[in-house]
């Protein structure tokens, strides 16, 4: 059984920036990929990134690249976002899940949520 929690979320401007965490404990993070989901009100919930169980290969949805970054630390058990150059159309609540690889559908164990706010 994995725990994710998620942190760094919070109210930014327009440009400014966020780096969200994804922090593992009950298992290790290692074995997974990982991917980050957002939702925002009243839309549906959309992967933006994921990184293989290696950390060797990324994704990115169109919107986001170039200005997000993922990647992942197996020695603290954790994956990051680094999201730079942030809109008003970024806004919505994070969430990461450990899945088996980025292809897949089956999101094996899910975070709470942690909410991003862009706003002037």
């Known amino acids: 059984q994995v725990q994710l929690v998620e942190s760094g979320g919070g109210l930014v401007q327009p440009g400014g920036s966020l780096r969200l965490s994804c922090t593992a404990s009950?298992?290790?993070?290692?074995?997974?990929?990982i991917g980050w989901f957002r939702q925002a009100p009243g839309k549906e919930r959309e992967m933006v990134s994921c990184i293989s169980v290696s950390g060797g290969n990324t994704y990115y949805i169109t919107s986001v690249k170039g200005r997000f970054t993922i990647s992942r630390d197996n020695a603290k058990n954790s994956v990051y976002l680094q999201m730079n150059s942030l809109k008003s159309e970024d806004a919505a609540v994070y969430s990461c899940?450990?899945?088996?690889?980025?292809?897949?559908?089956?999101?094996?164990?899910w975070g709470q949520g942690t909410q991003v706010t862009v706003s002037s």
């Open positions: 009950g298992d290790t993070l290692a074995n997974f990929a």
């Open positions: 899940a450990a899945k088996s690889s980025c292809r897949s559908d089956n999101q094996k164990y």
